[in-house]
């Protein structure tokens, strides 16, 4: 039997076994996904593991999407200009590391919304955001903007990125698509205090999808905003993971966005 894993420091609330597992009982496939919670110097032997063939695939989350990539010996495109590596498998020449939340955030929006040409601002600077910010290049986002508490961190993705701009935290420059990367929201009652009253027939993108609505989504439809959450970007870094480790496309059902309503 195949084994699979996804590892991070905390590791209890992860919903990918449940997403995996569904997959791979559907399409009747003699494997198992685990998750493990890790200590940074456990990454090594991990990975050996998987070149050893006795772990045939590895999930990373956070805090260890970064740390990973000193123990790889391959980095896709996407994982390379991130920085950032979710989704690990033997390769022909060794361990490679991909990330998977890029085709992920693009899925998202499919039948969404089409950010080519459109203006967008993403509030963070976290681990996630190169990872929307390769995806909106990708689709051809007219302008990028992001706006972090701490400046420096932005300034950091600026180096990573050609043509990001940079506004202060409280700032909110004329967009079309607001994307909240920051982790307020998490917790139901968190309040981002920003104030959206003068926006109207924009588009709100929360990466948060647990609580499913956040006060920022609720405040972008109170003033008539369309309004989505993270399900789909985390239903699709898993799908097209899978999509690599077992060679064939799962389905996204129904079914399948129940098995995430956790509130
Ligand atoms: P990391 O920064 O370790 O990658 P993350 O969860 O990916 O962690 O990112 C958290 C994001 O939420 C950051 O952009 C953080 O802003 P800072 O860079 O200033 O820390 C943002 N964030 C967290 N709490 C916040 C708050 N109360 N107000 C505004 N932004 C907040």
């Known amino acids: ?5 996804v590892i991070g420091n905390p590791i209890e609330h992860s919903l990918s076994p449940q ?14 996904y685990e998750k493990k919670k890790i200590n940074q ?20 989350t956070v805090p260890f999407k970064q740390e990973v990539i000193t123990y790889l010996d391959e980095l896709t495109d996407q994982a390379q200009k991130t920085q950032s590596v979710n989704t690990i498998y033997l390769g022909t020449n060794g361990v490679v590391g991909h990330n998977t939340d890029v085709d992920g955030f693009k899925s998202s929006l499919k039948d969404e919304y089409d950010p080519k040409n459109k203006n967008i601002l993403i509030l963070g600077a976290g681990g996630v955001v190169p990872s929307i910010i ?14 972090n508490r701490t400046r420096e961190k932005a300034e950091n993705l600026k180096k990573k990125f050609e043509n990001i701009k940079i506004v202060d935290w ?17 917790n139901a009652e968190d309040e981002i205090n920003l104030d959206f009253s003068k926006t109207n027939n924009k588009f709100f993108y929360d990466v ?43 389905k996204v059902d129904e079914e399948v966005l129940k098995l995430l309503e956790n509130d």
């Open 1 to 5: 039997m195949k084994k699979y894993l």
């Open 19 to 32: 997403l995996h597992n569904h997959w791979i009982k559907a399409n009747k496939i003699d494997a198992v």
């Open 41 to 60: 110097n456990e990454i090594k032997d991990l990975i050996c593991d998987v070149k050893d063939k006795k772990i045939s695939g590895i999930n990373v």
């Open 134 to 147: 390769f995806a909106l290049k990708n689709m051809k986002a007219q302008s990028i903007t992001i706006s």
């Open 170 to 186: 409280g700032q909110i420059p004329n967009f079309d698509m607001i994307i909240n990367a920051t982790s307020v929201g998490l």
């Open 208 to 250: 948060i999808y647990n609580p499913t609505e956040t006060n920022f989504l609720k405040a972008g439809k109170k003033f008539g905003n369309k309004i989505i959450n993270g399900k789909l970007m985390f239903i699709y870094q898993a799908y097209y993971a899978f999509e690599i480790w077992h060679k064939l496309l799962p």
